[in-house]
C-alpha cells in the first residue's frame, strides 16, 4: 500500500528554471493539498484541491501553479524558481475535510527543493 | 500576532521522563485540534486529535484542550528514544479545509 507518493525526492533548480513536482496516491482520496515546510516554521499550505477539476489558493500560493485532472495526481509547478523556494515540499491527502473526525491527514515523504 | 505558536524547542530528556509539549492560539473558533508527528527527513503523521475541550489519552499519550485559556498540550509519559522527533500542533475550524499549523517542537529522548 504506496499512499502518497512523491518525485524527486531531492532537487537543485538554477534561479529562473521550472519544475514540476509530481505527487499521486492511492487511496482514492478526494482532497490533496500542497505544503512547504522551512526550519522552524511549521507547514505553509501552498495549493489544494477537493476533486478532480476543483483547486484552490492556500497561504502561499505565488510562484506556484497546480492542475487536478484525475482524483490520483496533483502535481505542483514552480515557474522561474527563486532562492525564496527553497524548502521541503509535502504532499498530503484526506478522506474528509481537515476538520473532522475523519480529515486525517496522509503525506508524502517530502521533495526537498534547493534553488541557486 | 501568529495565530498558533508553538515554541521550536530543541527540547532534550531523558527516558523515561514525562513530556509536555505545548501551543497557544489566538482564534477561538477553532474545534479541532490535532498533533501531528514527524521523524527526521519523513513526512508527518497523525498521532492524535481531539474535538473542543477536554482530554483524550491513547496508550503514553495524553493530549488536552483548553479552549477558555486557547492552549493545547500533548503530555508523552514514560518517554521512550523512539518517541524523537518533531511534534507539530494543528488546529482548524470545524468542516474547514485549512488547517494552522504551529512551528514544530524538535524533541531527543536521551538513552
Known amino acids: 500500500n504506496a499512499g502518497v507518493t512523491q518525485t524527486p525526492k531531492f532537487r537543485i533548480l538554477k534561479i529562473g528554471q521550472s519544475m514540476t513536482l509530481q505527487c499521486t496516491q492511492d487511496?482514492?482520496?478526494?482532497?490533496m493539498y500542497w505544503y512547504r515546510q522551512d526550519p522552524g516554521m511549521g507547514l505553509k499550505l501552498i495549493y489544494y484541491?477537493?476533486?478532480?477539476?476543483?483547486?484552490d489558493k492556500g497561504e502561499v500560493p505565488n510562484g506556484y501553479n497546480v492542475s487536478r485532472s484525475t482524483t490520483e495526481d496533483f502535481p505542483l509547478r514552480l515557474e522561474l524558481a527563486a532562492p525564496s523556494q527553497t524548502s521541503v515540499y509535502f504532499c498530503?491527502?484526506?478522506?474528509?475535510?481537515?476538520?473532522?473526525?475523519?480529515?486525517?491527514?496522509?503525506f508524502g515523504e517530502g521533495s526537498r527543493l534547493t534553488v541557486l | 500576532q501568529k495565530e498558533v505558536e508553538q515554541d521550536p524547542g530543541p527540547l532534550s530528556v531523558p527516558e523515561g521522563a514525562i513530556v509536555s509539549l505545548n501551543c497557544t492560539y489566538s482564534n477561538s473558533a477553532f474545534q479541532y485540534f490535532m498533533w501531528y508527528r514527524q521523524y527526521s527527513r519523513k513526512g508527518p503523521e497523525l498521532l492524535m486529535y481531539t474535538y473542543s475541550s477536554g482530554n483524550k489519552e491513547d496508550g503514553r499519550f495524553t493530549a488536552q484542550v483548553d479552549k477558555s485559556s486557547k492552549y493545547i498540550s500533548l503530555f508523552i509519559r514514560d518517554s521512550q528514544p523512539s518517541d524523537s522527533a518533531t511534534y507539530l500542533c494543528a488546529m482548524g475550524i470545524q468542516g474547514a479545509q485549512k488547517l494552522v499549523f504551529g512551528q514544530g517542537t524538535r524533541l531527543t529522548i536521551n538513552p
Open positions: 498530503a491527502s484526506s478522506y474528509a475535510r481537515v476538520a473532522s473526525n475523519t480529515g486525517e491527514l496522509f
Open positions: 487511496m482514492n482520496h478526494n482532497y
Open positions: 484541491s477537493v476533486g478532480a477539476g476543483i483547486t
